[in-house]
């Protein structure tokens, strides 16, 4: 009898209410991974786009026009729809270009709670000449 109380005693594992907490974090993480990896992946494009445009610009032959132009056509190839072109603030600041793209965006987790993320460090300046 005692090697039975011993025995019991020795064994672990899982109970029920342990696997159901396992269970449940790990179900929250998920849907918060799902949720938020979409729009972080879309703020990697934009911020790939904009340096990109920022790379290639020449201030001797185009205008803040034409980086609008050139940031548009770029979005709209990679299908990037959490921001447009005409929301990214262009302007003059001294000799430099200044490109604002910065943005938020808003998405449901679960039930009333909402998720929201900030990228405010999509600001760049072009030498403008």
Do not use: C, H
Not at 24 to 37: E, Q
Not at 69 to 84: E, F, G, M, P, Y
């Amino acid at each position: 009898m005692n090697r039975r109380l011993l025995a019991r005693a020795r064994q672990s594992g899982f109970t029920f209410w342990g696997l159901l907490m396992y269970f449940l974090t790990a179900s929250v993480l998920l849907v918060f991974f799902l949720r938020v990896a979409p729009s972080y992946s879309e703020y990697l494009t934009v911020k790939d786009i904009v340096e990109r445009t920022v790379e290639e610009f020449d201030p001797e032959t185009q205008s803040a026009i034409e980086i609008r132009a050139r940031i548009n056509k770029l979005l709209q190839t990679s299908q990037v729809d959490v921001i447009d072109a005409s929301d990214i603030k262009i302007y003059r600041e001294r000799r430099n270009i200044v490109i604002d793209a910065n943005y938020e965006v808003r998405f449901p987790l679960f039930w009333i709670v909402d998720g929201v993320m900030n990228f405010d460090d999509l600001i760049f300046k072009v030498d403008g000449n």
